[in-house]
């Protein structure tokens, strides 16, 4: 009985399991699909107002305005409030703009020849010389220029179609160097009801060489032709600290601190570097020209926490994310509505917008996984199979039960019992119906009741001609004649 009890619990708890929505994918298998919603585009623009105080002939106030690019690149959303990390170079010039526009307005108005760039200058003539000199910054009671800097940073979202006109954010840490974290938040609006999609953040690098990777940005202001770009790199021996750690293919058939420094130097410095573990940021991509590294996940959460910015998941990534493993597990009939709601709470979701045209195209098909359940379903949601197998397995443990106990009903006959030694005792007159060993009841024959004759009246005829009543023992009718 026990084993019987074993396997059809082992059976039931078969049905169970079965009966379950395939969800073995804890994180989903598009690797990078968790990460690309929340990386941006940003620009960083300083605009300089410079007045020159025109002092060698009749005083002359002379006004202009310059705009001048500090840096592009790529940045990362770690919280639904819009709060970005990239580096600081791309928002910070490590130049002083405010020198490039004292050699633009003396070069302009006193037309001599200073090269417009970041150097201090010298110049033949001793007094426009020492004009120039006061014109440099710091400000001084001397001065001959009233100059006022200030830094224009615009963050354009990775959504589709592209938006032109994006939105401001202003710098709340800059790091000591150009290839450090900077942290920024949003000073206009930030798209969406319920907040940005968030990158999720790594916990360490990982610390074997030749790890894969990837590496998510902008070579450019996103547009309709132009979106994210994914490359494939793999991470080199070493640390990934202030210095970073460089990239190294394990087959060396590609050379790719050079192939990364050249997409950092088009757009792509600052993007994120996502670890193909879980598809979480691993990292930012710095450097350029021919030494492209990465810093690692520490120096950024290093800066947040100096910012005071803490980075967290919203309810965009919550629902995009359970969306996200019903559509690589192939469950698109499942996985559409899904990315309907992310659609409604973040409108122009790059990924899901791509990925509801795909459910919607393979729902119902052979691919879609939920269709292979749909017959089942009679109005339901729950399919009906698990609950028709585990009632045969009842049925069929209720016969096997059955059948274990007429078995043990069916022992040997017993034997018949050994009569007593010594003389043959008397046969006992047999026992009425009603009696038992200790008392006999008798029923004496001369009160046994008689049976009463049945008496039957005679039976009585008539003519079949007139009617007439026969007599018993008359052939003819008396009246008429008739025979009988």
């Not at 459910?359 to 359940?373: F, I, Y």
């Not at 009160?447 to 009617?467: D, K, S």
Request: aromatic share 4%.
């Amino acid at each position: 009985m026990s084993r019987l009890t074993a396997l059809v619990g082992a059976t039931a708890m078969t049905v169970v399991v079965l009966g379950l929505p395939a969800l073995a994918h804890e994180h989903p298998s598009g690797i990078t699909d968790l990460v690309t919603p929340a990386v941006v585009r940003v620009e960083a623009t300083a605009h300089v107002e410079i007045t020159l105080l025109d002092h060698i002939g009749d005083l002359v106030h002379v006004e202009r305005a310059y705009d001048l690019p500090i840096g592009k690149g790529t940045g990362i959303v770690v919280n639904p409030d819009g709060a970005i990390v990239t580096l600081t170079g791309i928002v910070q010039s490590p130049d002083d703009v405010r020198i490039y526009a004292a050699n633009k307005v003396f070069s302009e108005h006193h037309k001599v020849k200073v090269p417009a760039d970041f150097k201090r200058h010298k110049l033949d003539d001793p007094q426009l010389d020492r004009h120039l000199r006061d014109c440099y910054p710091p400000k001084r009671p001397t001065a001959t220029c009233i100059i006022n800097a200030t830094t224009s940073i615009t963050i354009f979202p990775n959504i589709s179609p592209p938006d032109a006109k994006g939105f401001t954010a202003e710098v709340v840490k800059a790091g000591a160097a150009p290839d450090t974290p900077a942290v920024l938040v949003p000073t206009g609006r930030a798209d969406g009801s319920v907040g940005m999609p968030t990158a999720p953040l790594a916990d360490k690098v990982p610390d074997k060489a030749g790890s894969p990777t990837n590496v998510a940005g902008f070579l450019g202001r996103p547009a309709a032709k132009l979106q994210h770009t994914v490359e494939i790199a793999h991470l080199g021996q070493g640390g990934a600290g202030q210095g970073g750690r460089p990239f190294s293919d394990p087959e060396k058939k590609v050379d790719e601190p050079v192939k990364l420094g050249g997409l950092a130097d088009r757009g792509m410095i600052g993007a994120p570097v996502i670890g193909d573990k879980d598809g979480h940021v691993i990292g930012m991509l710095v450097g350029g020209g021919k030494d492209a590294r990465m810093i690692g996940v520490r120096e950024i959460t290093t800066a947040l926490a100096a910012a005071g910015v803490t980075p967290r998941r919203g309810a965009v990534d919550a629902t995009f994310e359970a969306a996200l493993t019903r559509f690589h597990t192939k469950y698109y009939t499942e996985a559409a509505p899904g990315f309907q709601r992310v659609l409604e709470l973040y409108p122009g979701h790059i990924v899901a917008g791509a990925h509801l045209k795909t459910s919607l195209a393979k729902r119902g098909t052979s691919e879609d996984a939920g269709t292979k359940q749909a017959p089942l379903r009679q109005g339901s949601s729950v399919p009906l199979w698990p609950f028709i197998a585990a009632a045969g397995v009842l049925f069929v443990a209720a016969l096997l039960g059955a059948y274990l106990l007429w078995r043990r009903g069916r022992g040997p006959a017993p034997a018949p019992p050994r009569p007593p030694d010594g003389p043959v005792a008397a046969v006992r007159p047999r026992l009425d119906e009603g009696s038992t060993e200790t008392v006999v009841v008798r029923r004496d024959q001369a009160l046994q009741p008689t049976p009463n004759p049945v008496l039957t009246a005679p039976e009585q005829r008539y003519c079949t001609g007139c009617g007439m009543r026969l007599g018993h023992g008359h052939r003819f009718c008396g009246y008429c004649g008739l025979p009988t």
